[in-house]
């Protein structure tokens, strides 16, 4: 079947560490984008690419960085700069055709700080 | 940018109809989504209107008027089940990504 992992389910971050969340689709998707929800919040957007080897900054990138790789693969790094990163992360993807606008949700990561 | 506007939250009864609103404003508008997300869980795809008018899938409805910049999604027949968090999100530019409002979350209840 045909969708997007996100990995690990629940991700513990001590003080000063990186800390990496993994998304995978195997949708064949161009476009794949990272968003990060507080609680009571709706999504906001950290950082997308639309194409391999090119991404883009979005609403709240600072403290977070991101590859792309292969176009299967989209992982986002929660760096030590991000002093408030407890929050839960959803990965996307999203392809052309009659479906382009529909965004296809990973499971999400909650990430927690020790 | 964007302002997406939506209810808190909203309670409704088992069986009853309810109506949540959001209200934008964007430039390049390209569509506006609703999605459905349970606690703990990913958003899913309700609808999509690009269109002005009334779009039915069973017991959802979504409702677009892009000249007041508005939408609607009724839900009739409520269920327990739909107790969740509705968000609602807007496309807009070249590269069709969707900003997010806050969400509304309804609580249906026997």
């Known amino acids: 079947d045909g969708g997007i992992t996100q990995s690990p389910k629940y991700l513990f971050r001590k003080e000063g560490q990186n800390v990496t969340l993994s998304c995978e689709q195997n949708?064949?998707?161009?476009?794949m984008y990272w968003y990060r929800q507080d609680p009571g919040q709706g999504l906001r957007l950290i950082y997308y690419?639309?194409?391999?080897?090119?991404?883009q900054k979005g609403d709240i990138a600072e403290g977070y960085s991101v590859s792309r790789e292969k176009k299967e693969s989209f992982p986002l790094t929660v760096t030590s700069a991000q002093k408030n990163p407890t929050a839960f992360y959803l990965c996307?993807?999203?392809?052309?055709?009659?479906?382009?606008?529909?965004?296809?949700f990973g499971s999400g990561t909650q990430l927690s700080v020790l | 940018g964007q302002n997406i506007d939506q209810p808190t939250e909203m309670t409704a009864t088992e069986g009853a109809i309810v109506q949540i609103n959001c209200t934008y404003q964007?430039?390049?508008?390209?569509?506006l989504f609703w999605y459905q997300q349970h606690a703990g869980e990913a958003p899913t795809f309700l609808s999509y209107?690009?269109?002005?008018g009334l779009e039915e899938k069973g017991r959802f409805s979504s409702f677009l008027s892009r000249s007041k910049g508005y939408s609607y999604l009724l839900l009739k027949e409520l269920q327990m089940k739909d107790s969740a968090s509705y968000l609602c999100?807007?496309?807009?530019?070249?590269?069709?990504?969707?900003?997010f409002g806050r969400g509304t979350s309804l609580i249906v209840h026997p």
């Open positions: 996307a993807s999203k392809g052309g055709g009659a479906l382009r606008e529909k965004l296809f």
């Open positions: 949708l064949n998707h161009d476009a």
């Open positions: 690419s639309q194409i391999v080897n090119d991404f």
């Open positions: 964007t430039s390049g508008f390209n569509g």
């Open positions: 209107n690009v269109l002005d």
């Open positions: 999100a807007v496309a807009s530019g070249g590269s069709y990504i969707p900003t």
